[in-house]
């Protein structure tokens, strides 16, 4: 079985998780930035159905921050968490992990071409 396991931080920690994954032995992982609130900050947020309201008010009072990915066998994972949360000590961080059923990939057919 397989865990994906997904690093949320700020985008100034980037290269931490990045440096850290790679110090672990982790070559393969992607990223995603995205827009985000801590719950703290969200509780008092009541939002009126007007969804561009909603829109601009999650704009105007997020913060961005970057999640990066990567696929670890299940035996791996939990050391793995435990040893980001040593390199990442002292920052905002939120790590999760999740076990994955099945993972296909499919390589561009022309990685493999033979040259003409």
């Excluded at 850290?20 to 827009?35: A, K, N, P």
């Excluded at 969200?42 to 990567?70: C, Y």
């Amino acid at each position: 079985m397989k865990t994906m396991v997904k690093i949320f931080v700020d985008h100034e920690h980037l290269v931490r998780v990045i440096n850290s994954l790679t110090e672990l032995g982790i070559t393969g992982f992607y990223l995603i930035e995205y827009q985000g609130m801590a719950p703290t900050n969200w509780k008092s947020f009541q939002l009126s159905e007007d969804p561009e309201m909603a829109l601009k008010a999650i704009r105007d009072h997020s913060e961005p921050g970057v999640m990066v990915n990567t696929v670890v066998g299940s035996d791996k994972c939990q050391q793995l968490i435990k040893e980001l949360e040593e390199a990442l000590k002292g920052i905002r961080f939120t790590i999760i992990g999740h076990q994955v059923n099945s993972i296909k990939v499919k390589g561009d057919d022309n990685t493999h071409a033979k040259p003409k």
